[in-house]
């Protein structure tokens, strides 16, 4: 990448929304370096971008010192965007201790790399700051019900510690700071073992194995498709907002997860049987979206209804099955 044109920073930005946003922003001209560990990340999510010219790709974690590589671009960035954390329930447990530091330490030197450059910056927290939520659907202004010591603490206490920063190196006057808070999100280029409900449903579907259900399936979710969430950040980081506050980013309908298995079996238009699991600890009973504030400050709404969204999740997912299957030496 070799001119002086303004950069913007995309941290995690292999991953599944993150190499999302990193297509949305080239398709609009921007100068975007993405800088991921490629822990839960895929390398194959950014093929396509490593060859256009205002792409590049730095390999580092951000509980690190960032490296060389990033920090010769300091003065250049405009724009930094943490979408860096692994983010699946499965996944982030996996290494408990590197989750919460993604989030505390990852996020604090993003926070300082921002205030060196003059950039803006924009953390994707999540619904999990919301624990188990006694209000419903979830405001803003709801302040959570998580478990501090249950196994998603490393997550959702994580998450919460980096909004904290956030907000205080904005109070400090130190950073112009944006805070999103993502709901279920689907789409192409999830990963295929995420272990996350849509990604699992979608692979057995298509391997006809039984739909896993984990509880009674009467837990509720609210799923956007990835390319609603990607503008609505977008969106959030370009708006000017009257005052500093979180936002919502998320598609307020929401279904049991009984709901979704019968909504993929007719999609699948065969009989597909199911089973059940144990709930796991600490899993929200309910969760949706109150988006009036994104509605009413960014002009966003989520526009892909959830059948249309599935609909391009199987294509993709099917097509990414078929291409593991066949052996690299055939
Ligand atoms: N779930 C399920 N079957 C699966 C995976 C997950 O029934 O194969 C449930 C899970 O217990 C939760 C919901 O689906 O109630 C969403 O889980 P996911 O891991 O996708 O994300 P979460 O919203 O819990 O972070």
């Not at 100068?31 to 390999?59: P, Y």
């Not at 300091?74 to 447990?93: D, H, M, V």
């Not at 238009?269 to 504030?293: Q, S």
Request: charged share 25%.
């Amino acid at each position: 990448m070799k001119t002086n044109k303004e950069l913007t920073l995309v941290a995690g930005g292999a991953g599944f929304i993150g190499s999302h946003l990193c297509r949305f922003l080239l398709d609009r001209g921007e100068q975007v370096v993405c800088l991921d560990n490629l822990q839960t990340s895929r390398e194959a999510n950014i093929l396509s971008l490593e060859g256009e010219s205002g792409f590049e790709f730095v390999e580092a974690d951000i509980v690190d010192p960032l490296p060389a590589s990033i920090l010769r671009h300091a003065g250049r960035f405009t724009r930094i965007y943490n979408l860096a954390c692994a983010a699946s329930p499965e996944l982030y447990q996996a290494d408990p201790e590197h989750t919460m530091l993604t989030n505390v330490l990852g996020t604090d030197r993003l926070l300082r790399l921002a205030e060196q450059s003059g950039a803006r910056f924009l953390l994707t927290s999540t619904s999990e700051v919301y624990g188990d939520p006694e209000m419903h659907p979830q405001r803003e202004s709801y302040r959570g019900n998580v478990s501090c010591t249950g196994p998603r603490a490393c997550y959702d206490e994580g998450k919460r510690a980096a909004e904290a920063l956030t907000f205080d190196f904005l109070r400090t006057s130190r950073v112009d700071v944006r805070v999103a808070r993502i709901f279920n999100t689907y789409g192409p280029q999830m990963r295929l073992d995420d272990g996350r409900v849509i990604s699992n449903l979608i692979c057995q579907a298509l391997s006809g194995e039984p739909l896993t259900i984990y509880g009674d399936g009467t837990q509720t979710r609210s799923f956007c498709y990835v390319g609603d969430t990607v503008r609505g950040l977008w969106r959030l980081m370009e708006s000017d907002l009257p005052e500093p506050q979180p936002i919502n980013i998320g598609n307020p309908q929401e279904l049991t997860i009984n709901e979704l298995v019968e909504t993929l079996r007719e999609m699948a238009g065969r009989p597909i049987e199911v089973c059940h699991r144990p709930l796991p600890t600490d899993d929200p009973r309910r969760r949706r979206p109150d988006i009036t504030l994104a509605h009413e400050l960014l002009g966003w709404k989520p526009t892909t209804p959830l059948r249309e969204g599935l609909r391009t999740t199987l294509t993709w997912f099917g097509s990414e099955l078929q291409r593991n299957r066949v052996s690299p030496l055939a």
